[in-house]
């Protein structure tokens, strides 16, 4: 039973106008499978018999949730959720019957998530049933990396900067901090799998620990030229066989030529970049809605458990626009597994194009066909 409704909430519920933020948390409030979610991190949860007391477990995670989409510390989490009413809402407590849990029990919480790797069994649970409805089409992966900065200043007590993170350059400037290297469905956009570096790892070296078992199709930009002529994917008899997709440099199909093969080629690799694309939409939504541009904690682990986490809530995001309802249970309004990866094995390309497998004709080649090309 909820509590007693106060004259505050009759008052915040008839407001004329809602919040971008309450709006964001009511959506989620109805698609987090928090059931499933409880039960994965209870047989870790203390029981509560000796020392403090504990708080529930939906409770914590609720609040949990709330620092990282609004990449907030423990102080300010416990003090936005007193101060904004959609938090409060969120969290389903009153401030006058019940206390929101303080920021040393949210600490304890999230180290309790870190020790555990319960963060990376919850984003193993959402492709399990992402899958099982029908959500992935499998046989194809997009492969890319993002930088996420990390403090360079040295001020600090041990006065050194974080020794697990490293420099790279990018173009002509210099970033210090890790990589995150994602790999998604080429179908659907969804993140299948995740791995997290320093900086300076290469975009290269990771790309087989993001390839599935039954891929048998890898789309990359220009920095995994060469990918499949690594000692890792030669060895490994079924990721020999998949077909590398990756994007050429700029400059070796330059703009302004009137050679067919170079216009032709151009449009080969707009259609690549097109499929490609879909990688991209992970890290916008990741660095710009929830503000993970910079990290917050010193050592891998610890930076990497709350990207997991910001990628598990973004694909929850994702599913409830896909379908149009704001529920978790979409397997009964969702095309079949079998009947996708038949359409998608029709199709012969995930972008929905059928790959030419010989050289254009002459008389494909004419002018009018060529400005559509451009």
Known sequence: MGHQKTFTDIEYENRKRKTKRGEFLEMMDKIIPRQECVSIISPYYPSGKRGRPTRGIETMLRMYLLQIWFNLSDEMTEDS????????????????????????????????????????????????????????????????????????????????????????????????????????????????????????????KEASKLIREDDEVVYGDSGYLGLEKRDEIKSDTQKSKIDYRINRRRWVLRRG??????????????????????????????????????????????????????????????????????????????????????????????????WPNRRPKPHENSKKNLRRVK
Not at 287 to 313: D, M
């Open 81 to 204: 959720i007193y101060d904004s009413n959609s938090m409060r809402k969120f969290m389903s407590a009153s401030i006058d019957e019940e206390r929101a849990p303080d920021a040393t029990t949210l600490l304890k919480f999230r180290r309790l998530l870190e020790e555990n790797k319960l963060c990376e069994k919850l984003f193993e649970d959402l492709n399990e049933r992402l899958e099982s409805g029908g959500m992935m089409m499998r046989g194809g992966t997009i492969v890319d990396a993002t930088i996420i900065k990390a403090p360079s200043s040295t001020k600090n007590a041990s006065g050194e900067r974080d020794p697990e993170m490293h420099q790279t350059k990018k173009g002509k400037e210099w970033y210090f901090g890790m990589k995150a290297h994602i790999g998604t469905d080429a179908g659907t956009g969804y993140v299948h799998s995740l791995v997290c570096t320093a900086a300076n790892v290469h975009h290269i």
């Open 257 to 354: 030529s009137t050679n067919i093969g170079k216009q032709w080629g151009r449009h080969i690799e707009s259609r690549k970049s097109s499929v490609r694309s879909k990688v991209e939409h992970v890290f916008r939504v990741i660095k710009r809605q929830f503000g993970f541009t910079t990290v917050v904690y010193r050592g891998i682990e610890k930076k990497f458990e709350p990207f997991i986490r910001s990628i598990y809530e973004r694909e929850c995001i994702h599913t409830c626009l896909r379908n149009q309802a704001a529920c978790w249970s979409y397997r009964d309004n969702c095309v079949p597994k079998e009947q996708k990866r038949r359409e998608h094995k029709e199709i012969g390309a995930v972008d929905g194009v059928k």
